[in-house]
């Protein structure tokens, strides 16, 4: 005797049910899984903060003295000139030998500290070139070579280095202070600069990092744990990956400028499109910016920051007490 089975199948309508159910808890899902997303990501922006104010540590530890901010936008690192006023890169140049970077750190090194070659040059060339995945937020970009137009007209040469189609870039810069004092490109020569000659007079600066500086601990008279070293900067997020961008627009090994500096006469912002504003600090995150201490701690500073507090904490010697916003 046959026996016969019923089989149970899905109607449409049942079906698109269940679709539909679907599509509704995924549409619950994807926000939480985004701000999963968003902060691991502001988790690991502050780890790379946090890394590189150990790296600023052991500079001062070494030299006694934070990281200079180099000579100006047309000279770039040099591993031959040591630390301090005689090197013209950047603050993140002189970090390099402390943050485990020595190789990329020595790509222009020819022995000859008191002249430039075609060694040092191409050396020179090759490392602004090669991204460093410690200075970019996993939130903003990823490590990359970027576009190098600046250098595409005679009035922006570059003395120390093959001029670059390529160069890496960096998402965070060193307090300058809250006073805004012009600094200029730098000398002409290696000469001269080595002489201390064709830079501009930088005794209004009252941050950390700036043209030639050599600012000790003892001369923060604010306190370590009270002072800006540095923190994210503001980047119009048109130009994430484009060379249009003032302050984004040299290899972040190059000398003084907007690049790798920043002021806190304005509050941070977060990044906004359309917007460019390359002078002060600002991120990708919402709601805050990451920023590091004098005393290797990070911290997020939200932009609802009392702009006299941020003013006060990036400058070094004002003595006065402000209450650091937790």
């Known amino acids: ?50 890394q590189i104010g150990l790296g600023v540590q052991q500079h001062v530890q070494s030299n006694g003295f934070f990281p200079s901010a180099g000579w100006g936008w047309h000279w770039t690192g040099d591993p031959d000139l040591g630390f301090g006023r005689s090197q013209p890169g950047s603050w993140i140049f002189s970090i390099l030998p402390y943050i485990e970077e020595t190789v990329i750190y020595k790509f222009a090194s020819d022995g000859k500290p008191n002249e430039i070659t075609a060694a040092q040059m191409a050396g020179a060339e090759q490392a602004g070139k090669t991204p460093i995945g410690l200075f970019c937020c996993p939130s903003r970009r990823r ?69 030639r500086s050599e600012i000790k601990p003892a001369q923060i008279l604010d306190g370590l744990s009270n002072t800006y070293f540095g923190g994210e900067k503001y980047l119009n997020p048109d130009n994430y990956e484009k060379p249009y961008d003032a302050g984004d627009d040299h290899s972040m090994f190059a000398g003084d400028d907007y690049d790798t500096q920043g002021w806190t006469d304005a509050v941070p912002l977060q990044d906004q499109r359309g917007r460019a504003d390359y002078w002060r600090f600002g991120s990708a995150h919402a709601g805050a910016v990451n920023m590091a201490f004098c005393d290797g701690s990070v911290r997020a500073i939200a932009y609802s920051v009392d702009p006299t507090v941020h003013t006060l904490l990036g400058h070094r010697k004002d003595k006065q007490v402000v209450s650091v916003p937790q």
């Open 1 to 50: 005797m046959r026996t016969h089975q019923l089989r149970y199948a899905f109607t449409l309508v049942e079906l698109l049910v269940v679709i539909a159910i679907i599509g509704i808890l995924l549409g619950l899902l994807m926000p939480a899984v985004q701000s999963a997303r968003e902060s691991a990501r502001k988790a690991s922006c502050q780890n790379n903060l946090k």
């Open 143 to 211: 490590p990359m070579q970027h576009q190098c137009t600046i250098y595409n007209n005679s009035s922006s040469p570059l003395h120390n280095s093959n001029i670059p189609t390529l160069s890496n870039r960096a998402d965070y810069e060193a307090n300058a202070g809250s006073v805004k004092v012009m600094w200029g490109g730098g000398p002409n020569g290696l000469a001269a600069g080595l002489a201390g000659q064709g830079f501009s007079d930088m005794t209004n600066s009252n941050g950390i990092v700036f043209q």
